[in-house]
């Protein structure tokens, strides 16, 4: 096999506060030609820098500092800029993360397509028309011929990726570079893309970097991985090496981080009879203005029926757009509810925030995904946690410090971080900070709204388990949203699954997992990809599901909101009436036409993994 | 054209129309609040009350603020603008002189700086960092604080007094031929380039640096685009938007704020009309230029604004 890309000693810096600071160190690889490579490490390990710098380009305020890079024979850092510009694009291509940023907006998406190799006189623009016209076919992109004459905005995200790969491949490129393809995407959607990006990859022979800080994903797509940390090499080998015999012992916290907590927690279950903490019936919420009736124009959740019972989590999963994060602005008082009662220790809650007592407000803590925004940087961590105590319990001076320090005791935070502002900690220490702020309310409910999304894997499963012990130790109850199964998973009781603003599943977490389900849950919880070779191979029905033929309908809005992509639709049934809710044998209520039975996977359901191989519940970020 | 840009430009005219609707309103209350009248200012400080009084029942100065709002707002939609008291001619007919030069001014001075400006900051966007762009920084820096006066004063001092070329005062009735055209326009353009060029070119490269700092840039970069090829196709459309607006108000000064300029060159444009017309308490004539500067603003900002969503294909295709 022929060496293709050889990455000798290289160094990257970056421009600091006092003098450079090295972010790559002494990185050396290479890769035959036609394999995959994989870049694999948590944020700041410098993998996207090493992917940028075999383009030869670092981004602004970074420097290749030193080392080579040979592609095909060619050293690309010795190269002058205007060879190096016929390289981008021609030999070198590179696929974006977000190819909804990595757009134009005010270009047409043939043009984008095309633009590279035209400029490097790959050929005329007929013929690169046409050979677009080809990719798109070949990448499963909807009406092939037309679709270049749209602009980004009007087209989805997994599509937009698509086309992305499509402007990548149109030069035949030597090298591909992929950074974190399908990081930005849902995970129904990610199978899909990983799908087709694959049978891309092997049909043209082509040889590919890949990065990603998904072990999963990885697996289905390289040949070798690369592990990073703080820009070093902790191990590089063949993938099913790493996957199974990793000699590096960051690799193994990877994969443990990687893998889910064991087994559904076993919950204490409360007596049914207590009464709930928090209890939602017939709820509607939607943004703009109300018509008439008093609905909203856009309506985003749509008759949620929901009880928390003291001590208990639920977990609320779906999709970007599915409703999770309206539903928690309802229950905080930021967004009041058109129709339906949502109750709170058996009083009802008012829509509006000012219409609050001080004690609803007090017993309901949000807190929020992003701790670099909810936390005011200009504040030291003391004063961040000591107003809440002011105003709720008008602690001041010693015996407001001393809550303090026992609110950093409890999110496992060292008594020295009191005197520091935001900026001076890390990820992981800030959303613990903004926990302690919610905590410092002694709250019954807190509202999690994706509170471990913007952290690296092996920090968001250490907030999971300090969530776990602080319900554990106070008796808290949560309303847990996310997108990600396997953190749902190890907190949640139960779980609702939501899909375009309707509760298509309600149920406790094991009864989630295993089917029968809802369509859509079935979809949901089998894209996740698993951490083990062969998944994606072995799960091909995914990316094209057959959609039994409906004739035309009329959506007068009350149809189930997953027709258009649900496998086991009933033509004549599913078009025409409106799901009910429906109690199945393990518990679960669903909101689908089909019994039990149909709910059953269309395939033979595939062998439950070894504990070798666990099933790895990530959906994305 | 579809139908949703109709709908959206029709609404930004509709919002400009009761923009100066509202505007009537507040310049008529305003300057039925300032004290002294037409009356007073005719007859001289010497009058007696009677011979005022007299006079505002001739004027119908005395009849109530809303009846008068609504003589004064009905001339104003058949173009009867009132009676310039202190001239004693009507408005219109003043206006209508000094319309043409101001315009005429404005016209030349914007086909002189918007392509200047541009230039300018598109260059800089492209040389951020380097030395060309702290130079033009540096440089439209210092035009922005310089007075205009001064830059006209010196400019009258060198073009006119020392080397003669161009005459120091601007006669617009003098223009006959091409070259009187430049004797006539050279200094005051000039003097008004310096002031709204740096203006827009510092505005039109934080517009451009803007759009070069997003991924759609980087990400052209990587596909082996040049520096140029980058700025002006992928980053300058989509900052058609910041850049319209930028310029729509720069512009909108050259009706209303060049005072200084043509009074320094004695040109005869309606700023140094309506500043007369406030000395004067000529309150039909200054509510008149006050109604026309605002509705040059609303039609530049209106302008401004449709270019911005034409230029937009998330709001021109839907």
């Known amino acids: ?621 | 054209m579809s139908t949703h840009i109709l709908w959206l430009i029709g609404r930004r005219l509709a919002a400009a129309v009761l923009t100066l609707l509202i505007v009537s309103v507040v310049i008529f209350a305003i300057t039925a609040i300032l004290p002294g009248d037409s009356a007073q200012q005719i007859l001289g400080q010497f009058a007696t009350p009677e011979q005022i009084e007299a006079l505002r029942q001739q004027l119908g100065l005395n009849q109530p603020a809303i009846v008068r709002y609504l003589d004064w707002f009905g001339g104003l939609l058949s173009g009867n603008l009132g009676e310039s008291m202190t001239n004693n001619m009507p408005v219109t007919e003043l206006l209508q002189g000094r319309l043409g030069n101001t315009l005429m001014l404005a016209l030349v001075t914007s086909v002189v700086s918007v392509p200047v400006a541009l230039l300018l900051g598109i260059t800089a966007a492209i040389y951020r960092g380097g030395r060309l762009d702290k130079c033009l920084s540096t440089l439209t820096l210092a035009l922005v604080a310089v007075p205009e006066f001064l830059v006209a004063t010196l400019a009258v001092l060198i073009f006119a007094v020392k080397l003669r070329w161009f005459s120091a005062l601007s006669y617009a009735s003098d223009v006959t031929s091409p070259l009187a055209f430049i004797r006539t326009y050279t200094l005051p353009v000039m003097t008004l380039c310096f002031v709204i060029v740096a203006q827009m070119a510092r505005m039109t490269r934080a517009a451009v640096v803007d759009q070069l700092d997003s991924s759609y840039a980087e990400m052209a970069r990587l596909k082996g685009l040049g520096n140029l090829r980058i700025a002006l196709v992928h980053a300058l459309p989509n900052a058609v938007g910041p850049i319209a607006n930028a310029i729509a108000l720069s512009l909108s000064y050259l009706f209303g704020g060049v005072v200084i300029v043509e009074t320094i060159f004695n040109y005869p444009g309606i700023a140094s009309l309506m500043v007369d017309a406030v000395t004067n308490r000529d309150i039909a004539l200054v509510q008149a230029c006050t109604m026309l500067f605002c509705s040059g603003y609303l039609l530049l900002v209106l302008i401004a604004d449709v270019s911005a969503i034409l230029s937009n294909p998330r709001l021109r295709t839907r």
């Open chain 1, 1 to 621: 096999m022929t060496e293709l890309l050889h990455v000798k000693n290289l160094r990257v810096n970056a421009r600091g506060g006092a003098g450079e600071i090295e972010i790559v160190r002494n990185v050396s690889f290479s890769l035959g030609k036609g394999e995959v490579l994989a870049l694999i490490g948590e944020s700041g390990s410098g993998k996207t820098t090493i992917a940028l710098s075999l383009l030869g380009y670092a981004r602004h305020g970074c420097r290749i500092a030193g080392g080579e890079i040979w592609v095909d024979g060619t050293d690309v850092l010795s190269l002058d800029d205007k060879t190096l510009q016929q390289w981008r694009g021609h030999r070198i291509a590179y696929i974006a993360q977000s190819a909804a940023a990595a757009f134009n907006p005010s270009k047409r998406l043939l043009d984008q397509v095309i633009e590279s190799a035209l400029l490097h006189g790959v050929g005329s623009r007929a013929e690169l028309e046409r050979k677009a016209v080809e990719l798109f076919r070949d990448l499963a992109l909807p009406n092939p011929e037309t679709i270049g004459q749209r602009y980004p905005h009007q087209v989805s995200g997994g599509q937009l990726q698509r086309l992305m790969a499509a402007m990548a491949l149109i030069a035949d490129p030597l090298l591909v570079i992929l950074d974190e393809p399908t990081t930005a995407l849902d995970v129904t959607t990610q199978v899909e893309v990983l799908q087709t990006f694959r049978d891309a990859v092997k049909r043209r022979n082509a040889t590919a970097v890949y990065v990603s800080h998904d072990l999963a994903v990885v697996a289905q797509m390289a040949d070798h991985i690369v592990v990073l940390n703080g820009g070093e090499i902790r191990e590089h080998n063949r993938t099913e090496r790493i996957l199974h015999h990793a000699d590096d012992a960051y690799t193994r916290s990877l994969l443990g981080a990687a893998r889910p907590h064991g087994k559904p927690k076993a919950v204490t279950r409360l007596p049914a009879e207590a009464e709930p903490l928090l209890s939602i019936k017939g709820l509607i919420a939607g943004y703009g203005k109300p018509d008439s009736l008093g609905l909203p124009a856009s309506r985003i959740l749509e008759d949620i029926e929901l009880e928390l019972r003291p001590g208990q989590a639920i977990g609320i999963i779906g999709e970007s757009g599915s409703g999770k994060s309206t539903l928690a602005r309802v229950v905080a008082g930021l967004l009041p509810a058109a129709r339906g009662k949502v109750r709170f220790r058996g009083e009802e809650l008012p829509g509006q925030l000012s219409q609050r007592s001080a004690e609803q407000f007090r017993r309901i803590q949000l807190v929020f995904q992003n701790a670099d925004t909810a936390l005011n940087p200009m504040h030291t961590v003391g004063t961040l946690l000591g107003r809440p105590l002011k105003a709720y319990f008008g602690l001041t001076g010693k015996a407001q410090r001393q809550r303090v320090l026992e609110l950093l005791d409890q999110v496992r935070l060292p008594h020295t971080l009191i005197d520091r502002k935001p900026g001076a900690l890390s990820g992981g220490q800030k959303q613990r900070v903004n926990l302690a702020r919610a905590l410092a309310a002694k709250p019954d409910l807190i509202l999690c709204d994706e509170v471990t999304s913007a952290l690296d894997t092996v920090v968001g499963a250490a907030i999971l388990d300090l969530l776990a012990e602080l319900r554990r130790e106070l008796g808290l109850a949560y309303l847990f949203i996310s997108h990600d199964i396997s953190s749902v998973r190890a907190l949640c009781d139960d779980v609702v699954v939501m899909y375009q603003g309707h509760q298509v599943q309600t149920g406790s977490t094991s009864a989630l997992l295993e089917p029968p389900a809802h369509p859509y849950t079935d979809l949901l919880v089998r894209s996740v990809p698993e951490l083990r070779q062969g998944w994606l191979e072995e799960n091909r029905d995914l990316a094209r599901l057959e959609l039994p033929a409906l004739d035309d309908y009329q959506d007068n809005g009350e149809l189930c909101t997953f027709l258009d992509r649900c496998p086991k639709r009933i033509n004549g049934l599913c078009n025409s009436t409106a799901p009910g809710r429906k109690t199945l044998s393990s518990g679960s209520v669903t909101l689908c036409h089909l019994d039990e039975e149909a709910m059953l996977p269309l395939l033979p359901v595939l062998a439950q993994p070894s504990a070798q191989e666990p099933r790895l519940y990530k959906v994305n970020g």
